[in-house]
């Protein structure tokens, strides 16, 4: 109950596309979605964030779509860049602490 | 460069032995968190401290062990080492003690760990 379910495990899109990454949760005490960009050789830096009050949260090009009922969330990267390739990870966090669980992780190329 | 720093960048060790990976997290954040990053089993909490105390535990060996200092820096201490520990140790940390708002997480650059 405690596991978050990412996919696509890889993703190419060409610049200028839209990229989705799907994430999907059990755990209904969920109150906290963030997805995290990871840069080979760097440490996950948060990319934008959700709380289950919204259903849709947008900063620039990178878009959070949220579905409440049907336990799912989603980020949308609009007009890809090649500078988004990178790996994204969504992750979710409950309760009194911040202990965050995390997606298994999407590899995306924008091919030029 | 998210201000939290980890040290040792590398670190290169044979199995059965021990190690001590240190984490100072940024200015002001009283949170300190520790995940493992593996191919295999991805990104995973192992531990968080909050102002020296812990506050939540999760996938953590028993060869494992982690403090916080009155500092407020951090120790991840990783004993009786197997292959299997081999992985990305990251050090993340929070102004508060719940995830969200001021309790956003920054991660450390990770300490990456192969035992031969």
């Known amino acids: 109950q405690q596991q978050v379910k990412q996919s696509p495990q890889s993703l190419i899109v060409q610049k200028g596309g839209i990229s989705i990454i799907n994430c999907a949760y059990e755990?209904?005490?969920?109150?906290?979605f963030p997805w995290y960009q990871q840069f080979p050789g760097k440490g996950p830096a948060l990319l934008i964030a959700?709380?289950?009050?919204?259903s849709e949260k947008k900063e620039g090009r990178f878009t959070i779509s949220f579905n409440k009922s049907a336990k799912q969330f989603s980020l949308h990267i609009m007009d890809s860049q090649p500078g988004d390739s990178a790996t994204y990870f969504c992750?979710?966090?409950?309760?009194?602490?911040?202990?965050?669980?995390f997606g298994q992780g999407t590899t995306l190329q924008v091919k030029p | 460069d998210s201000g939290v720093t980890q040290t040792p960048k590398h670190l290169i060790t044979a199995t059965g032995q021990r190690v001590t990976l240190r984490c100072s997290p940024r200015?002001?954040?009283?949170?300190v968190y520790w995940y493992q990053q593996s191919l295999d089993q991805g990104l995973q909490f192992l531990i968080q401290?909050?102002?020296?105390?812990?506050?939540a535990k999760g996938n953590i060996l028993e060869r494992f062990s982690a403090q916080q200092f009155p500092d407020l820096h951090s120790e991840l201490n990783l004993s009786s080492l197997e292959l299997g520990d081999s992985a990305l140790y990251f050090c993340?940390?929070?102004?508060?003690?719940?995830?969200?708002?001021?309790?956003?997480?920054?991660f450390g650059p990770g300490t990456r760990l192969t035992v031969l």
């Open positions: 993340a940390s929070s102004v508060t003690l719940t995830s969200g708002g001021l309790g956003e997480q920054f």
């Open positions: 755990n209904t005490a969920f109150d906290y």
């Open positions: 959700i709380r289950p009050d919204v």
């Open positions: 992750a979710a966090s409950s309760g009194n602490t911040g202990k965050l669980i």
């Open positions: 200015s002001g954040d009283l949170s």
């Open positions: 401290y909050y102002n020296g105390e812990e506050r």
